[in-house]
């Protein structure tokens, strides 16, 4: 019932904007905040990263969550748009409390085990914003561990099955593509790198180095061309690069979500 109220309170605020296993102390490691005041992500191999985001809102009233999932990675969204009160709302039916705001950075259930699935909650605290990162929770593929804070796993559970009235398709506006070096991949020849397609020339690409590839290029292209990748990485066989400028590349992309750099703070805690 008290869901029930509370989504019909969104409701009309939507209207109206559009008009402990192991833990340590609380850190504040980010910037100053600049958009989100929640988020809820994930990461691991086989869970997927931190760029599919299980759950956004911005202090704009954006708020985005996924509408469809595979394997439990998004792979639809929708967006609501709600007043300052709407967002207040929200942030009170997935269950962000006062206990939520006080769990520990860190909750580590096999800290001697490596390649964990990892949960982490920003959090807005004044004008910043911290992580808390939940390590190894699963007790199976889908069933939290009994001793997962109680805090976490109601967050968790209201965010999985979370739903609006008025929300509406998302997608963004563009990819972000990354390519390093693969020239020892054996299976030959790469797969063409499509002719539309930016060439390594292209001063769109940005370059940076890499302490294990050596160097990573990235470059932006619409979203609609996001079909056209997915064809083209899903082509290629286990040991085959994409050929671009003559030489081999490992290729990989991400949804381009706003305010991404806001939470890319966490990067410094996943694992490879």
């Known amino acids: 019932m008290h869901l029930i109220k509370v989504l019909a309170n969104l409701c009309l605020c939507i209207v109206a904007a559009c008009h402990r296993d192991a833990s340590s102390t609380r850190v504040s490691s980010a910037p100053t905040n600049s958009g989100i005041r929640f988020a809820l992500l994930q990461h691991s191999y086989w869970g997927g990263g931190i760029e599919r985001p299980l759950f956004l809102v911005f202090s704009d009233g954006t708020i985005l969550f996924p509408s469809a999932r595979s394997d439990g990675v998004p792979t639809q969204y929708s967006v609501i748009h709600a007043t300052q009160n709407g967002v207040d709302s929200v942030l009170s039916a997935i269950g962000v ?33 911290r992580s808390v990162q939940v390590r190894s929770s699963f007790r199976d593929s889908v069933r939290l561990r009994a001793e997962v804070p109680a805090a976490f796993a109601r967050v968790y559970s209201k965010v999985l099955n979370f739903a609006a009235p008025g929300a509406r398709p998302w997608a963004p506006d563009s ?22 397609w930016p060439e390594l020339a292209d001063p769109r690409w940005r370059r940076r180095s890499d302490e294990f590839v050596g160097e990573i290029r990235t470059i932006r292209l619409p979203f609609v061309e996001a079909a056209s990748l997915d064809s083209l990485l899903h082509s290629r066989r286990e040991r085959q690069a994409v050929g671009i400028g003559g030489k081999k590349w490992a290729v990989d992309y991400r949804w381009v979500f706003p305010h991404d750099s806001s939470w890319m703070f966490v990067r410094k805690r996943l694992e490879s």
């Open 97 to 129: 409390d006062e206990q939520v705001r006080g769990l520990d950075s860190l909750y580590d259930f096999a800290p001697l085990t490596s390649d964990q699935h990892s949960f982490y909650l920003v959090l807005q605290e004044e004008s910043r914003l």
């Open 175 to 196: 990819i972000e593509v990354s390519i390093w070096p693969y020239e020892y991949a054996p299976d030959n020849p790469p797969v063409p790198w499509p002719p539309k």
